[in-house]
Every structure is written in C-alpha cells, then in structure tokens.
C-alpha cells in the first residue's frame, strides 16, 4: 500500500514539473516566484495598515522590549536544548518515534504526531501562526521607520510553509542595533501571544463546557483476546455488563469480578450490546515465559479456568503448575512473580544472580503468585527485616535470607527487583481491552472530570507544558495513547455540556482542535524561530546581540569577531539539529 509520504513527494514532483513549465512559457505573473516547489507570492498591499497600525510607537516599542527579554531567554534555552539533545544523540542514541527524521517534517498525516483527521485545523492554526509573525515584523519595521520593500507568503507547492517580510536593507542596517532586534523578535512575541490567548480560552470556557461520559472508554483492543473476537473496538463505550452497571473505568473490573459465567453481555453506550465468551487469553509474555501472546489457557493442574481470577486461584495453590492450552499444549512452570534483579539490591546482596530473571513464589512464607501479591506482601514487610526469599532460578528452587531495604515515601520495604506484570511473565486476561485515558486528557486542558478529592490541580504553566508534550505523550510518558484532539471516533467519550451545549458538539469540538493547535503550533514556531542559527530570527537577534557587545570591547576587528562568533553558533546549532534527526539511528 502507498503511504502518504509517497503520495507527498509525487505531488510535489508533479507540482515542480508543471509550474516550471508554465513559467518558461511567461505564463506566470511577476509577483509569483517559482523555485522548484517552492513558490512565493509577493504584495505591496498592506503597508498602509502597518503604518496606520505603528502609530502608538511608545507601546510597541514596550511590547517590543518585553518580547525581547522572553526571546533573549528561550533563545539561550534553545541553545542548551538542541545541544544537549545532540549530544545524547551521540553518547545515549535510543531510535524512536519521537526522532523519526518525517516526524521533523510538520505535515499532517506524515508526521506521526499530527493526525490527518485535524489536518484542516493544524493548517489554520499555521496559517494563523505565519500571520502574526510576519506581521510582527511588518509592524516592528514601521515602528522603527525602516521602508519594507515587499511582502508575502512562501508555499510548498500549495501548502503555506511560511510567510515573508522583505525590510529595505539600507535603512535596515542603519536602525539602531535595540530597533533590529526588536524587529526581528516581534515574530516570535507574536507567536507566543496569540498561543497563550488561544489556550487561555481553551482552558477555560471551551474545555470547562466538555464533560466525560460514563462508562469505560474503550481506546482499543487487545489481538485475539474475546472482547476483540466480539467484535468490540476503539471508540466503544460500556456501560454495562450482565445487567450492572459501568459508570466509570474502575467498574469494569468490578463488574467482571462479580461473575464467574464465562459468557456476559455487555452494554454498549448507543444502545448495541454484544455477547463476550471469557477465555483466560495470554495478552503479553517476557521473552523468556513458556506461553506466547493469543495462547488460551484451558485449565491449571487439570482444573479448568475461563478467568482471570480463576488462572490465578488455581495457580496460588500451586508453586509449580502444569498448564495446558486449547491447542493441546502442556507446560510446567513456577508460578509467581517474574522480576529482574538488580545490582546492589537486597536481594543480589543475598546471593541472587544480578540481571537475570527469576521467579518469585513466597516471601516469608507469604504466596506471590502474581507482581500485583508480591506487591502487596512487601507493602506489609518493614525495612530492615530479615526474611526467607523463596524464588525459581532457570528451574531450580532457591531460598534467599534478604535485609530487606527502605523505600522512600510510601510504607513497605525494597526487594531489589523490577518486575514484570502477571504471572511469571503472563499476563492473562479474560476480556482484553485497552483503556483510553479520556478523563486524564481533559485534566490536562483545563476541564474537570471527576477525580479524586486529593487529587492536585494544574495551574496555567503546568497546563501549557502539557500542551507542547500532548501530540507526543503516548510515547513520551506512561498514557499509552497521543492527544490527537476532539477527533474521530475519540469525540464518543465526551459530550458538551452547559451554555455552550447550544452550539452543538461538532462545533464545540471544532473550536477546541482549532485552539489547541493553534497554540501548540505557535509555541512550536516561535521556539524553533528562537534557535541561535541563519536564518531563523535567532541567528538574526544573535548577530545584533553580538555586534552590541564586541562594539564595547577594547578589541580590534569587530566585525571578524561578530562574523567568527555568529558563525560558529550557527554551524553548531545546524550540525546539532542534524544528529537530533539522524543520530539516534547513525549511532545505535
């Protein structure tokens, strides 16, 4: 199957090919510029209202200066940033999703982590984004009397990639070096204006009209597992199973947990309900477990199980268990908690071997037939205290007299371990669904689903951080899944509640992407126009800001000085955003 990069760069190869043409045969206007497929259209028009505009000089030359204290200060951390993520690239190169080189590129559908279904939105939060920038500069030259000589908008084929602002150079070089920079940070100001204006609504009326519905949201399912062979899928709500009720996640399991049948049915939000036959399904299994991911276990030392919670009890009974599966396969193997032990913890202190996975069943006599018992016990052991480790290494049973170590925080003491989920590497389950943290994303935008009462309200800085992460956060962080917006089939897990319910959900939702991505793309630009290279308009304030202080130093050739040091941070901030794209995989 084509991907859509490949789709792409033919239509840029398309595009290329019939705008040259028609440019040898003069059939393109003076004020088009074509280059391949970069096209520029150039205007004189709008200069009598950034003239009209520069009237309240004194004010913009304010704004102008507190945009220059923000720039000079992300400017430096843009430095810092992409030099140490370089570096990294370098020294600790770990390939990923988050470095892919087409998720450099700030496309809609090639780009990973911006979704095709928004790609409308994305555009106009761009188009938006190139507005305000250039426009800042158009302003910030008439505010400085420096004559612009054209102005316009930059395309990749038919797609805006950027927009322009031509100063007159002359009278550019002789402003003042305070009049250039705040010209050229007035782009970057305006970026990060209009993304905190947009998010600030977005925080608060937008998101605080939009609610979680009840039920268990259903981010997807798992291969082979029965809810999946059901025919449940990604964007299902439950809300019911076997006549209980689903109001939240929580009651999933138990709803489950309250019956034994091995056929329920469950309630689908819409009115559907379909029939689940349990099976004790492998869901995921460590390298080395004895049972695969699809495998369906069929009974534990000859004792028939269909759930979870049955695999488990007659699993606990057991420390070592025969289990056979519906094809006909039989394993023995110990039954407990699989963990990796590491360097330097109590239980390597007590002779276990360092790095290796092994199983433990007991500690202190106490069964750990799963990582969620051993939990459990060691939240009931006290730090200090000696106790019998009892654990399968490569098959042999082996007893570790373990001090066990302190945690910190939380009661319970340390085992020196990192373990895996399940039983011994398996994780069973009876129903395989995957959960979409629909309530954790609202949190995140400022609305107010219902959460615990101890839980910690973000402030308005912790929110815009989380927007910049959100499009990325299910690789970054712990959540499993992107934000992708209010989009597709994700909009079924929220609904619209109080005035704004009026407009309709569709535009309620609408409004929310155009908002959210209009701030998080301008944040985007103006950090990235920020880096201290050419020709981005941090390697213009660096010129300026150098030329201010070698003119101050009893030193002969400053301009070779200027030149020597604005070149060798653009050189380095070029190479390091190359091995940020391409190191993590040249390296590994």
């Known amino acids: 199957m084509v991907g859509t990069l490949t789709w792409v760069l033919v239509g840029l190869a398309t595009y290329t090919l019939v705008a040259m043409t028609l440019k040898s045969r003069g059939l393109i206007p003076e004020s088009v510029k074509i280059s391949g497929p970069l096209t520029t259209l150039h205007t004189q028009r709008g200069k009598a209202v950034l003239t009209w505009l520069a009237r309240p000089k004194r004010f913009w030359r304010a704004w102008g200066n507190l945009g220059v204290g923000v720039g000079l200060v992300v400017m430096a951390g843009s430095f810092v940033l992409v030099g140490f993520s370089a570096y990294q690239a370098v020294v600790n190169p770990q390939p990923s999703a988050l470095n892919e080189p ?4 700030a496309i809609p559908g090639v780009n990973d982590f911006l979704p095709l279904s928004v790609a409308p939105e994305i555009v106009l939060g761009l188009l938006l984004a190139l507005v305000v920038h250039e426009g800042g500069h158009g302003l910030f030259c008439r505010v400085e009397d420096i004559d612009i000589e054209s102005m316009g908008l930059a395309l990749l084929a038919i797609v805006p990639i950027g927009a322009f602002v031509e100063p007159d150079e002359s009278e550019l070089l002789e402003a003042d070096r305070g009049a250039q920079v705040r010209m050229y940070v007035a782009g970057v100001t305006n970026n ?3 993304a905190i204006l947009a998010l600030l609504v977005l925080f608060g009326p937008i998101a605080g009209s939009i609610a979680v519905v009840d039920g268990y949201h259903v981010g997807g399912t798992i291969e082979q597992t029965p809810a999946a062979q059901a025919g449940i899928e990604s964007g299902d709500v439950i809300m019911g199973i076997d006549g209980r009720d689903v109001t939240d996640p929580a009651d999933l399991g138990r709803a489950l947990a309250a019956t034994n049948d091995t ?3 469950v309630s689908l939000r819409g009115g559907e309900s379909v029939t689940v036959q349990r099976s ?11 049972l695969e991911q699809g495998e369906t276990v069929v009974s534990v030392n000859g004792t028939t199980v269909s759930t979870t919670r049955q695999f488990v009890a007659a699993a606990e009974s057991h420390p070592v268990a025969e289990l056979r599966t519906d094809a006909g396969r039989t ?10 032990v590491a360097a330097d913890g109590p239980l390597a202190d007590a002779g276990a071997p360092v790095e290796t996975g092994i199983v433990v069943t007991a500690i202190d006599g106490e069964r750990t037939v799963s990582t969620a018992a051993l939990g459990r016990v060691l939240s009931n052991t006290d730090p200090g205290e000696t106790v019998p480790v009892t654990a399968y290494v490569d098959g042999t049973r082996e007893t570790y007299n373990v001090t066990m170590g302190p945690i910190d925080r939380r009661d319970g003491a340390a085992l020196g371990v990192s373990a895996q989920a399940g039983v011994s590497g398996l994780v069973i389950t009876d129903f395989g669904l995957d959960q979409y943290p629909a309530a954790t994303f609202l949190d995140f935008i400022g609305g107010e689903p ?28 712990q959540l499993g899944y992107n934000f992708p917006g209010f989009t597709e089939f994700w909009t079924n897990f929220y609904t619209v509640e109080g005035p704004l319910a009026t407009l309709g959900e569709p535009a309620v939702f609408l409004l929310a992407n155009v908002l959210f991505w209009t701030g998080w793309i301008n944040i985007i630009i103006g950090q990235f126009n920020l880096v201290p290279s050419f020709p981005l308009d941090g390697g213009h304030i660096l010129r300026a800001s150098t030329e201010s202080v070698v003119s101050r130093l009893p030193v002969p050739n400053r301009r070779s000085l200027t030149t020597a040091v604005t070149f060798a941070v653009t050189i380095s901030m070029i190479g390091s955003l190359l091995l940020m794209i391409f190191g993590p995989r040249l390296f590994a």
């Open 263 to 265: 056929r329920v049915e």
């Open 450 to 477: 219902e959460k615990p009462s101890n839980a910690v309200d973000f402030s308005v800085v912790q929110r815009l951080a989380f927007v910049l992460v959100l499009p990325a956060i299910g690789i970054a962080g």
């Open 331 to 340: 394993v023995t193997m110990p039954t407990g908690s699989y963990v990796l």
């Open 192 to 194: 990060f204006a209009l």
């Open 102 to 105: 087409r998720n450099a590129l």
């Open 280 to 290: 004790a399904v492998v869901s995921s299994a460590t390298e080395s477990a004895p």
